[in-house]
């Protein structure tokens, strides 16, 4: 087989496994994991059952397959973060905002509330998401922050740790009302006044000394 035989056959392959789980999507998180059927899925991807375990074991691989590959994609494009010179505030406001208006999306919302459901049964569905989401999120802001704690811009502490803290600090007031259906709760408060809120309480923990 040629070099351009194999390309293409490469590229057909990925396109029908990113078909399976394009399809795979609507279903879970519609239906819920448990409520989703392989046939459900072989409806929605207009494939064959036997293409979609020639990609993936189980429906339980599938689903994590999927979580993994939108919640990489969703930390990927949330946590940009544009150091080029501003002030420390400046820059986590504007990744604050950015990770919580995507972590409070009804699309985000619900594969959330999926995961969750799924991964006391299957602890490795819960992994994957913790792996390609939060834990890979926590090491972009963990090593900013460590490249201004070296800088003398913020005191030194455990950068990894303060990540973690700061996005909880930013996201907590507005992401879990949304996640239990309370938004109601959030009176007035947008997402920009609470991330506001969060980075200068964030600021003040790490200032120098």
């Known amino acids: 087989m040629s070099a351009v035989e194999i390309l293409s056959a490469e590229t057909s392959d990925n396109a029908k496994r990113q078909q399976i789980l394009d399809g795979a999507r609507d279903c879970f998180f519609s239906q819920g994991f448990d409520g989703t059927s392989m046939n459900d899925i072989v409806k929605a991807a207009g494939v064959s059952k036997g293409t979609i375990y020639a990609y993936f074991h189980s429906k339980e691989k599938l689903f994590q397959a999927l979580v993994y590959q939108d919640r990489r994609t969703q930390a990927e494009q949330s946590t940009i973060i544009l150091d080029d010179g501003r002030p420390v505030r400046e820059v986590l406001y504007d990744l604050g905002v950015s990770m919580v208006r995507l972590m409070s999306t009804p699309e985000t919302i619900a594969q959330v509330r999926t995961v969750i459901a799924a991964a006391d049964k299957f602890p490795e569905i819960g992994r994957s998401f913790y792996e390609a989401g ?76």
Do not use: W
């Open 134 to 209: 939060p834990l890979f999120a926590y090491a972009k802001i963990g090593a900013y922050l460590s490249d201004r704690m070296a800088a003398g811009e913020l005191r030194q502490a455990d950068p990894q740790l303060a990540a973690v803290q700061f996005l909880d600090v930013i996201s907590g007031a507005y992401h879990k009302p949304c996640m239990f259906n309370a938004q109601d709760l959030l009176g007035n408060r947008t997402a920009e006044e609470v991330v506001a809120a969060g980075v200068e309480l964030f600021l003040n923990g790490l200032a120098p000394r």
